[in-house]
Structures are given as structure tokens and as C-alpha cells.
């Protein structure tokens, strides 16, 4: 196989990802508030605060050198540039091709979220969990629709 073809099938993995993403916009909107509602029942996340507060997802594994490579805009359901904005062109094809595919699977997501939310929180000694109170301020300050619970 040519550098060439090897090109063209890593642009069309990546586009492949581009799409998957965008096709699944309406869910990745979700996720910010499943992740308020999963957060601080029986520890608190960093990885769910940024969901929740900012919009953002990050992708596990584009972790590098202690850096997130690839994030996902919650609100458009778009890839971007792991802490910025920018979104992810063509030219950045080998970060998405480094990516695992599960980590696009945002039905598994909302699934694994749904079930943190519905943990009752930790009442162990030093943790003080996120009351419902304290997820509806926040809810309200980052203009977040907040999942009905099944």
C-alpha cells in the first residue's frame, strides 16, 4: 500500500468520526446534563465539571503528555482542539486516527452517566455531595436542561 493510499484511508477514518459526531448532535447535547446530574454523588470529576460547565468532552483516550488532543463541543456536536476552541480540520487526521472509536459511542456514555445519576450519594466521612439544590444552581447559572430521571 502507498503512503497515498494510506492518506486517503486515514482522511477517510477520520471524516468517518466528523460525521458520527455531527450525526449525533442532538445526544452529545445531553450529555451536559447527565453529567451535572452523575457529578458529586460519589466523588467529584473534572472530567464531568467541564461537560457540565463548559460544554466540553473530553476524549479519553487523546490524552497525551497529560493534555487532552480532542474534545467534543456539546452544544454543536463538533470536534475541536482538546483545550481550545478550534475546531479539528484535516490537517489534524492522525490526532482522530489515535482516538479509540468507543470513545465516540455517546449512547454508551449517556448510559454509564444515567447510571452514575442514579447512585445515591456517598455519605462517607470527608465527602460532602452535590445536593439537588447545589445541581439546580448550576443548572440555572450554566443554562442547562436537566434530564427527567427515569
Not at 71 to 94: E, F, K, P, Q, R
Not at 130 to 143: H, S, V
Request: charged letters at 20%.
Amino acid at each position: 500500500m502507498t503512503v497515498g493510499e494510506l492518506k486517503a484511508l486515514q482522511y477517510t477514518y477520520a471524516d468517518a468520526m466528523r460525521q458520527s459526531v455531527s450525526e449525533n448532535a442532538e445526544l452529545w447535547g445531553q450529555v451536559r446534563g447527565w453529567a451535572l446530574e452523575a457529578d458529586g454523588r460519589t466523588g467529584y470529576s473534572d472530567l464531568l465539571a467541564h461537560a457540565y460547565k463548559y460544554s466540553r468532552w473530553y476524549l479519553l483516550t487523546s490524552r497525551k503528555e497529560g493534555f487532552y488532543t480532542v474534545s467534543i463541543n456539546l452544544d454543536h456536536g463538533t470536534l475541536i482542539h482538546g483545550g481550545s476552541a478550534a475546531l479539528i480540520n484535516h490537517t489534524s487526521n492522525a490526532l482522530l486516527c489515535a482516538i479509540d472509536p468507543e470513545d465516540f459511542n455517546v449512547q454508551t456514555l449517556l448510559k454509564r452517566l444515567q447510571e452514575q445519576a442514579s447512585n445515591p450519594p456517598y455519605q462517607g466521612a470527608g465527602f460532602t455531595p452535590m445536593t439537588d439544590y447545589q445541581r439546580g444552581e448550576f443548572a440555572e447559572l450554566y443554562d442547562i436542561e436537566r434530564p427527567v430521571k427515569v
